[in-house]
């Protein structure tokens, strides 16, 4: 006997103690499926017999089914249900999770039962009798109580040869791939959809009087409907003769509109207002065969409310899905997929107002749907509206899937007037509701998915570190789409007398199989991204900004660089020239890129930093130790031991003449954009595409060029390339830095000439940098070069540093190529976020 | 960092008595932050000086830490002054290694010790929060004259101006031990930071020292308040490190009492004038579960809490940290239960869409629009009137037509250093106006505080009405 259960649904055992539920339950479902309630009865009160438990025990088994069904689980009851309110509190957790409740009743004769009984739990007689009984009474009623599917086993060889058919949910179509045309609302406008097929390629099929009755398209791609094929419009027999011809021959799939549905209920002969075009299908289908108008009616009863199709990735339901219910099937689905979610208000048209359950759309299946009116199409969070008004006198509209290419037809006239105006092209306004985060886009324990590094998780404390930085301080998230990740030092130097040197930073990539890689001057400035656009018109299209900016320049925690807008602009607006003499808009097809800087001199941001922290201590150590040198000279004049203690404190003055030399080379006066350098070492993305990972050769060869057309602003960045596995060249690489911090420079950064690179151990380091000696200073302090300092400092351990450089380095990639493919903006931002919160990790900030 | 004591009484070498000191070794002392070295420089009849010169280990000062800043999360830890001013650290080795010179003991010359002679004082480098005229005011009535002179921060940069050190020489006819004494209590003070945390016991060590004279000098309540209400909050960690990567200093994020209610100082009952308003209009719109969005550390919590009308309290705030200040000055812990369910403190943020806190009655947003930057108002817009969509929101901000009325507020600046903005009346309506059109809502504007003829009230307070039937 073949019992067919749906796949995700929430199966009742339904017996008298001793029919055997839980033997059956275990020969048929996993032990993980199945909740009995003895073994929830015993979680609680430690006796799986104590009556008095059972009321805490079902308590507990709901919230572990709720659990199991909102992620999607099939789920089986063990328990006796045969009361009635038992039973309804088991159909209510299915409706409340959309699947459906499935009964499998175990009827044994009363001998097996009492037997078992006996053997087992030893009930008296007259409880069994009783619950013969209830179960008696029940049996006829579960159909009607709410159960889709109810089998009833009567006999022991009934259950003996029973076995579970597990059946797909009608919406469930994940193994058709397509590729797929999704096509809007169509009603009744039969000639611009047979326009709209023939130029997505399809070839019609008509019958004896030329009527299109079929459509296949050479390479095999299917169409699917979003609904509401009827209504309104000139020649709804015409869609409907169409469409059900496709959907027969396989070449069409369609999902039920409202307009069908309310169709459908006006041909059964049910009292239905005939308005919104009604009265159009209705006339013309009067003029059709009975036949026909049958046909029609058993099509459109037969259409599911959803589909999920290419392996999930897509899901089309007429008025769109919310990710809750996507393959789940319960009343208030259908009537989602039908209808849309209305907030209960009504607009001054006296249409329902619609919940704009796009805006918190989070899902990773893409959902196509139709249903309102716009008068143009546009991405929201990964779902799409395919209803351009046809019948209005808009278009009509198709998807290509997965190619995600529109193609549209126009009206060949208004065929009925709309009550209210074609929604207008989305307004900005509207663009940013849409796109509006959501706490739960940032906060909490998270994990982002990331191409090179899979998973990277984000702790809750480091979110919850971050969203007052994001909140408070960052600029608008819209321009935001990269932080920079930090950057691991090479290990610490073998040499004598220092912390860092080009032999580790060689000898690591030599390690990881890297052999070519590029040597860049590390600038000493203060990091800024800048985000540029040709005009404030792609800042408003591509970044979604409202206000009359050209594009952003801002620091590593996302803050705006300069204070004053209009110092911003006038930066961008000399980069904007640089790029546009450069011809980089042209050869890099973009009107909009992002440039990973330095931002010189450092006294331009950092100016507080250097009279509140760096300058005093230089002027302490000027004051005290000449001082200290006069007390201790003029002691030892008269006899004291004091050679050592002198000659200690001597050299701590150069030290501090050194100190304050170092600091001071990265500052100088400015005056506006006046003495301000940029420094940009990286083209980081563009018009679909992230250049993040291309290589430096690329990179430097296109920088190069903005450095020359703007030499007062640009500043280049010099670099060598180095062949790690070369003695030759890992001395010239090396000599180069030691000129390079000798003169002054703060060091440089050792990249994969590649760009992004894997190694023995999974990805490499995209960069570590390797700071000069003398800059050193102004991180570990004036005196770190004293051989007993040094050797202390030398303990210091970079193994967090450089797993959180790789994890955000991974998140920085992602957030650009989120954006470069034109991801939603909660997307982008996830990833912006997560790299801020990592940064509040605690992690030694010197390395 | 060095100390010199010069004395020009005959014969001056009694000095080495007076302080246990040879004046022909070198002496050296362990202490806890380094070693402290003992030598005169001169040492002769008629005039006879000790130099302490403390040599602190900069590496042990940042990794020898206990507690949460242990392992030097603070990249300004190698770059400190502390190894080369006069501060905490000096007066802690002056206590070690002129301890009996510091309670006046001196076996081979008590009288001498007893007695008040002609002393110079050299701190070459002396942190000053205050500078000169602090120096005077404090070493001046002890007795002093004070010599200070101003350290430049760096020749190379002169617009950068002077350091807060001194140069300081103090002349006097004083005993030894009170010279040693004040220096003990004062350089601490001067320096306004102390090293080590400062706890209940620093109250004894203050009477022990100051007690001959500390309690008949003018300023001696800035004497204590400094020396022992040193307990600067931690900054919290994420915060200040996320500050560093901005090249900006790191420090103390802006203090409980600097937030937006500080500059109402000046007009005490603003901040109460405008929780009542915020009150009475909650009352007269029967808002009864209440969103404090953006509460900070809970002032208007506290005064709902007591109001019996509102059942339900959510606070929010972006600051963790503050949060936990609110809920610690709310007592939250110690409220009886049907109190403690009413109120609920949530992190979250203004500018962003938060489905925990839909369905409520009212959103309050006091003193909140102006410290969001203008390109993300409309998110909040959004966020508040679009997402959460309470009936009433209730918005306050400062009217800075009224800013004018406040003579000690610098012409231009805001009532405080984070506001990103400060709204006429006019452009508060503007921007009210846009809100209601974008979001289908109904505004109404009032005056909270001393309304002025010509530049109205001093606070605006908005109360928008959802309107029901109609959404665009």
């Not at chain 1, 009361?83 to 499935?102: C, G, T």
């Not at chain 1, 006996?118 to 619950?131: D, F, I, M, T």
């Not at chain 1, 169709?263 to 289908?285: C, F, K, P, W, Y």
């Not at chain 1, 018109?537 to 050209?550: H, L, M, N, P, W």
Request: net charge negative; glycine share 8%; proline share 5%.
């Amino acid at each position: 006997m073949k019992l067919a259960v749906p796949e995700l649904s929430l199966v009742a055992l339904v017996g008298v103690s001793g029919s055997g539920k839980s033997t059956f339950a275990s020969r048929h479902f996993a032990a993980t499926q199945v909740l009995s309630s003895d073994a929830f009865r015993a979680m609680v009160s430690d006796d799986e017999n104590d009556q008095s438990a059972t009321a805490d025990a079902f308590d507990a088994l709901y919230y572990v089914a709720g659990k199991r069904l909102t992620a999607g689980r099939l789920t089986v009851v063990d328990a006796t249900h045969l009361q009635r309110e038992d039973r309804a509190k088991l159909i209510a957790l299915a409706k409340a999770h959309d699947v459906l409740p499935v009964a499998i009743v175990l009827d044994l004769p009363e001998n097996v039962c009492a037997g078992r009984n006996s053997a087992h739990r030893g009930l008296p007689a007259q409880v069994l009798a009783r619950q013969r009984d209830a179960l008696r009474r029940s049996l006829r009623h579960l159909q009607k109580e709410g159960f889709r599917k109810v089998h009833v086993l009567s006999t022991v060889d009934d259950v003996d040869s029973a076995e579970i058919v597990f059946e797909k949910a009608y919406n469930d179509r994940r193994e058709l791939t397509g590729p797929f045309d999704i096509i809007g609302d169509v009603h009744g406008c039969r000639s611009e959809l047979e326009t709209l097929l023939a130029s997505l390629g399809y070839l019609l099929d008509r019958d004896a009087d030329g009527r299109a009755v079929g459509a296949r398209h050479p390479l095999g791609r299917t169409a699917v409907f979003v609904g509401d094929l009827v209504d309104r419009g000139p020649d709804t027999p015409g869609v409907l003769r169409l469409v059900m011809g496709m959907v027969a021959a396989g070449t069409a799939l369609c999902v039920s509109g409202n307009h069908e549905n309310k169709l459908i209920r006006a041909l059964d002969g049910r009292q239905v207002t005939v308005s919104h075009g009604l009265a159009e299908s209705l006339a013309q289908l009067a003029g059709e065969p009975e036949e026909f108008r049958a046909a029609a009616r058993d099509f459109m009863y037969g259409l599911v409310s959803h589909y999920r199709l290419d392996g999930g990735r897509l899901v089309v339901a007429h008025a769109g899905l919310k990710e809750e219910y996507h393959g789940r099937a319960s009343g208030r689905v259908r009537s989602f997929c039908l209808y849309g979610e209305t907030t209960g208000e009504t607009d001054e048209y006296g249409l329902p107002v619609r919940h704009p359950w796009a805006n918190e759309y989070r899902g990773a299946a893409s959902v196509v749907y139709g249903h309102t009116p716009v008068s143009e199409t546009a991405w929201v969070n990964n779902t799409i509206c395919l209803d351009t008004g046809c019948v209005f006198g808009g278009t009509l509209t198709a998807l290509r899937w997965p190619e995600r290419e529109l193609v549209s037809v126009p009206a060949e006239r208004v065929h009925y007037e709309p009550v209210r105006p074609l929604a207008p092209p989305e307004s900005l306004a509207q663009h940013r509701k849409a796109d509006l985060l959501r706490i739960e886009d940032v906060l909490g324990s998270r994990t982002v998915e990331t191409g090179i590094l899979g998973r990277v998780k984000v702790r809750e404390e480091n979110a919850a570190g971050a969203l007052e930085v994001m909140s408070r301080f960052a600029i608008d998230p819209h321009w935001l789409v990269y932080l920079p990740p930090t950057m691991a030092p090479c290990a610490t130097a073998s040499a004598e007398g220092f912390l860092e040197h080009p032999a580790e930073a060689f000898a690591a990539y030599r390690a990881d199989g890297v052999s070519e890689v590029v040597c860049e001057e590390k600038h000493m400035g203060s990091r800024a991204v800048v985000v540029l656009c040709r005009d404030n018109e792609v800042a408003r299209r591509r970044f979604g900004v409202a206000d009359d900016t050209t594009g952003a320049v801002y620091t590593r925690t996302g803050r705006s660089f300069f204070d004053d807008p209009a110092r911003t602009e006038r930066l961008l607006d000399r980069v904007r020239r640089a790029v546009d003499r450069a011809g980089l808009w042209a050869e890099l097809a973009t009107d909009w890129l992002v440039l990973d800087a330095e931002l010189l001199p450092w006294s331009v941001k950092a100016g507080e930093l250097l009279r509140r922290q760096y300058a005093p201590v230089g002027a302490a150590a000027r004051a005290v130790l000449p001082a200290a040198v006069s007390v201790l000279e003029r002691a030892a004049d008269r006899g004291v031991d004091v050679a050592e203690l002198v000659a200690r404190q001597r050299n701590r003055a150069v030290h501090a003449e050194e100190f304050t030399a170092a600091y001071g080379r990265y500052c100088w006066p400015v005056d506006d954009l006046d003495g301000v350098r940029l420094a940009p070492f990286q083209l980081l993305a563009g018009e679909g595409a992230s250049y993040a990972a291309r290589d430096h050769g690329w990179q430097l060869a296109l920088l190069d060029r903005l450095v020359a057309a703007d030499q007062d602003l640009i500043r280049a960045t010099t670099r060598v390339v180095v062949d790690v596995r070369d003695e030759a060249s890992v001395a010239a690489g090396t000599a180069w830095w030691t000129d390079l911090t000798d003169a002054g420079g703060e060091g440089m950064v050792v990249k994969p000439f590649a760009g992004f690179a894997r190694g023995r151990h999974g990805v490499v380091q995209p960069g570590v940098k390797c700071r000069g000696r003398e800059y050193l200073r102004i991180i570990y302090g004036p005196d770190y070069t004293e051989p007993a300092h040094l050797s202390r400092l030398r303990q210091r351990n970079l193994g967090r540093k450089r797993s959180l450089a790789l994890r955000e380095y991974a998140l920085g990639l992602e957030s650009l190529a989120r954006f470069a493919a034109g991801e939603p903006l909660w997307r982008i931002h996830e990833a912006v976020f997560a790299v801020l919160a990592l940064e509040s990790e605690p992690v030694d900030p010197r390395l | 960092m060095l100390l010199t004591v010069t004395t020009t009484h005959r014969p001056a070498t009694d000095l080495g008595y007076l302080l246990h000191k040879h004046p022909d070794r070198a002496q050296r002392f362990d202490v806890t932050t380094g070693v402290a070295h003992v030598v005169y420089p001169e040492a002769a009849e008629d005039r006879c000086t000790a130099a302490l010169l403390l040599e602190v280990d900069p590496i042990e000062l940042v990794r020898g830490r206990r507690g949460s800043a242990a392992e030097g999360f603070s990249l300004g830890q190698y770059v400190n002054d502390r190894p080369y001013v006069a501060s905490s650290l000096l007066a802690v080795a002056l206590g070690k290694v002129f301890g009996s010179a510091l309670k006046g003991r001196c076996e081979a010359r008590q009288e001498l010790a007893a007695t008040p002679i002609p002393l110079e004082i050299h701190l070459p480098v002396l942190p000053c929060r205050g500078g000169s005229p602090l120096a005077e005011r404090l070493f001046g009535p002890l007795g002093w004259s004070v010599t200070a002179r101003p350290i430049p921060l760096d020749p190379a940069f002169p617009d950068w101006g002077d350091s807060h050190y001194l140069d300081l020489r103090l002349a006097g006819t004083l005993r030894l031990a009170d010279a040693l004494t004040q220096l003990y209590v004062l350089l601490p003070v001067l320096d306004d930071a102390k090293h080590y945390w400062v706890s209940v016991d620093e109250v004894d060590k203050l009477i022990r020292a100051g007690g001959d004279w500390l309690g008949a000098h003018p300023d001696r309540e800035l004497i204590t308040t400094r020396y022992l209400a040193h307990q600067r909050r931690f900054a919290e960690e994420a915060l200040s490190r996320l500050t560093e990567l901005d090249d900006r200093p790191a420090e103390a994020p802006e203090s409980a009492s600097a937030g937006h209610d500080a500059a109402d100082d000046r007009l005490p009952s603003l901040a109460d004038q405008r929780r009542a308003a915020i009150l009475a209009e909650l009352r007269a719109c029967d808002a009864r579960r209440v969103v404090d969005l953006g509460c900070g550390e809970g002032n208007l919590l506290r005064a709902l809490l007591t109001d019996q009308f509102v059942t339900e309290i959510v606070g929010v705030d972006a600051a963790p940290r503050t949060l936990a200040v609110a809920a610690s000055r709310l007592r939250l812990e110690q409220l009886p239960e049907r109190q403690r369910d009413r109120i609920t403190l949530l992190h979250g943020s203004a500018t962003y869409a938060d489905s925990r806190l839909t369905g409520y009655d009212a959103v309050v947003l006091s003193e909140v629009v102006e410290h969001v930057d203008p390109p993300r108002l409309p998110d909040l817009a959004s966020a508040v009137f679009g997402a959460a969509r309470p009936r009433t929101v209730i918005v306050t901000t400062p009217n800075v037509e009224y800013n004018v009325r406040w003579p000690t507020l610098p012409s231009g600046a805001t009532r405080h250093p984070d506001h990103r903005f400060e709204w006429t009346r006019t452009e508060f309506a503007d921007w009210a106006e846009q809100v209601c059109a974008a979001h289908g809502y109904a505004a109404r504007i009032e005056p909270v505080g001393p309304v002025d003829p010509e530049v109205g009230a001093p606070t605006q307070l908005a109360v928008f009405s959802r309107e029901s039937a109609v959404t665009r």
